[in-house]
């Protein structure tokens, strides 16, 4: 099945660090959401984009769709320890109604 | 707080038994999705309803079957269980026309 590559695997940064990820796809995408997920709960949606180059801001989260639709990133500024989490990048297929979810980046952040 | 409820939050059975993990979807919301998580193979979609019919089906086991009920309400069965089968299964919603999911707090599924 379709794959998404997400980068990095795993991020251990200082508060305040301002953090970046990113994910990548052999297909084009129609959309691209990103989820945060606390252990033990359901993921959380972040941010939606719907087009290519749309760059979308939900407080210290940026988000963009990559102009190729192979790829999206997401920023978070200044970061805080309840930023601690793992981050999903789910993409939607242009060949069918299934969502496709990357692997996950695991973020630490050190007081 | 989603708005998307499952039930029951734990479940723990054994090889070979058959358990039905229920969903309620987010108030209005038409489309019902379920996934699998399990440590080694992340998240990965089950099956999608809309309105009461199947919509898509993603890398569901044939032992595995869904329905969406005229309330809306899903709910995912799970038959003659494997250890393998342990993992967190969980439900999410969207309204029409729009990609956005909403996921409710999953169930864990614990097969001995």
């Known amino acids: 099945g379709q794959q998404l590559n997400q980068s990095p695997q795993s991020m251990f940064i200082q508060e305040g660090e301002d953090v970046s990820m990113n994910c990548t796809s052999s297909?084009?995408?129609?959309?691209w959401l990103w989820y945060k997920q606390d252990p033990g709960e359901g993921p959380v949606l972040l941010i939606a984009?719907?087009?290519?180059?749309e760059l979308t801001s939900n407080g210290r989260l940026t988000a963009q769709f990559g102009i190729t639709r192979k790829d999206s990133f997401l920023n978070i500024s200044a970061s805080i320890p309840s930023d601690v989490g793992i981050y999903f990048c789910?993409?939607?297929?242009?060949?069918?109604?299934?969502?496709?979810f990357g692997t996950g980046t695991s973020l630490t952040v050190i007081p | 707080d989603s708005g998307v409820t499952q039930t029951p939050k734990h479940l723990i059975t054994a090889t070979g038994q058959r358990v039905t993990l229920r969903c309620s979807p987010r108030?209005?919301?038409?489309?019902v999705y379920w996934y699998q998580q399990s440590l080694d193979q992340g998240l990965q979609f089950l099956i999608q309803y809309y309105n009461g019919e199947e919509r898509a089906k993603g890398n569901i086991l044939e032992r595995f079957s869904a329905q969406q009920f005229p309330d809306l309400h899903s709910e995912l069965n799970l038959s003659s269980l494997e250890l393998g089968d342990s993992a967190l299964y969980f439900c999410?919603?969207?309204?029409?026309?729009?990609?956005?999911?909403?996921f409710g707090p999953g169930t864990r599924l614990t097969v001995l």
């Open positions: 984009l719907y087009k290519a180059g």
């Open positions: 789910a993409g939607l297929s242009n060949t069918g109604n299934q969502f496709y």
């Open positions: 999410a919603s969207s309204v029409a026309g729009k990609n956005e999911q909403f």
């Open positions: 108030s209005g919301d038409l489309s």
């Open positions: 297909s084009i995408f129609n959309t």
